[in-house]
T-cell receptor, first 115, second 112 residues
Framework: EAGVAQSPRYKIIEKRQSVAFWCNPISGHATLYWYQQILGQGPKLLIQFQNNGVVDDSQLPKDRFSAERLKGVDSTLKIQPAKLEDSAVYLC?????????????FGPGTRLTVL | SQKIEQNSEALNIQEGKTATLTCNYT??????LQWYRQDPGRGPVFLLL?????KEKRKERLKVTFDTTLKQSLFHITASQPADSATYLCALGRGGDDKIIFGKGTRLHILP
């Protein structure tokens, strides 16, 4: 079974620039999550999708962050414009409630550095 | 507000000994608790899940306990090995919405 794929793995941008991250979850997983992990912290949920609908985006800074999951499969997370404090690892995860298991499967993450 | 505390930022344990990591929480009523392992530069990997009505769960050299009265989970690695060195994250879930909240993690170093 292929894991969660993310790209790019690393990105360096100047503040006020925009950036986009891509995630391909495990095939058949209806639930997709985007997390932000700042160095030394645990992952913080930004947005959760169930198929192509948003379940929770309460911690997404909507003035600069946006995310979509067209067709309920792949997802993109965009930051526009980026700030210095957005420097972090952005993790994508997926899960399948129909499997009866609550575990989440994570991708390798995208490390973003904002200069 | 909800709070999850993992007992220490870093823990050094001699190889062969048992490593014990602690996860405490407040203002939360989890239906289950999960433990994940995270290696540098990689995403977390699921290890174990324990439900609110379970006291203990084991998997090979791993053991997790869950005390909803104390609002605490203990994560044990027996016969620890240098390969067990990693950051361990606890996460709480209420069930129903598949959403979990992570602690900061504990960096475990197993010394040869």
């Amino acid at each position: 079974e292929a894991g969660v794929a993310q790209s790019p793995r690393y990105k360096i941008i100047e503040k006020r620039q925009s950036v986009a991250f891509w995630c391909n979850p495990i095939s058949g997983h209806a639930t997709l999550y985007w997390y932000q992990q700042i160095l030394g912290q645990g992952p913080k949920l930004l947005i959760q999708f169930q198929n192509n609908g948003v379940v929770d985006d309460s911690q997404l800074p909507k003035d600069r962050f946006s995310a979509e999951r067209l067709k309920g499969v792949d997802s993109t997370l965009k930051i526009q414009p980026a700030k210095l404090e957005d420097s972090a690892v952005y993790l994508c995860a997926s899960s399948s409630r129909t499997s009866g298991r609550e575990e989440q499967f994570f991708g390798p993450g995208t490390r973003l550095t904002v200069l | 507000s909800q709070k999850i505390e993992q007992n220490s930022e870093a823990l050094n344990i001699q190889e062969g000994k048992t490593a014990t990591l602690t996860c405490n929480y407040t203002n939360y009523s989890p239906a289950y608790l999960q433990w994940y392992r995270q290696d540098p530069g990689r995403g977390p990997v699921f290890l174990l899940l324990i439900r609110e009505n379970e006291k203990e769960k084991r998997k090979e050299r791993l053991k997790v306990t869950f005390d909803t009265t104390l609002k605490q989970s203990l994560f044990h690695i027996t016969a620890s090995q240098p390969a067990d060195s990693a950051t361990y994250l606890c996460a709480l879930g209420r069930g129903g919405d598949d959403k979990i909240i992570f602690g900061k993690g504990t960096r475990l170093h197993i010394l040869p």
